[in-house]
């Protein structure tokens, strides 16, 4: 009983289903896993890769004087990529999926 009324207390000021102006509720049921994170396991499978962003990053960095500008702008653009998809999924507000979507329209823009 109080491990539920935790809970409720916890997820009283979370985003209710019928709020969520997002168009799209992905495959995961949302605020299962923790109250505070909309789609835990969509949010949390990009982490891995905002960390090797950010390793390639330091390591590019390490080596500036040989290495193009362009990579350091390739990389910091997926950095903003994957920082969009953990903040998309995790809330799954409106505006934050339409920052998220158009920052993967610049990253696919740039190879062209």
Avoid at 6 to 31: A, F, M, Q
Avoid at 52 to 67: E, K, T
Avoid at 79 to 85: H, K, P, R, V
Avoid at 89 to 108: A, K, P, R, S
């Amino acid at each position: 009983m109080y491990a539920k009324w935790v809970w409720d207390e916890l997820t009283h000021w979370r985003i209710t289903d019928k709020s969520i102006d997002y168009g799209i509720d992905w495959c995961e049921p949302n605020w299962i896993i923790s109250p505070f994170i909309a789609e835990f396991c969509n949010s949390m499978s990009v982490v891995p890769a905002f960390i090797l962003f950010v390793i390639l990053f330091i390591n590019i960095w390490y080596f500036r004087n040989i290495i193009e500008p362009r990579y350091f702008i390739w990389l910091i653009a997926y950095i903003f990529s994957a920082t969009g998809g953990i903040f998309a999924h995790g809330t799954l507000l409106h505006f934050v999926g339409v920052i998220d979507e158009v920052i993967l329209w610049v990253n696919g823009l740039m190879f062209i």
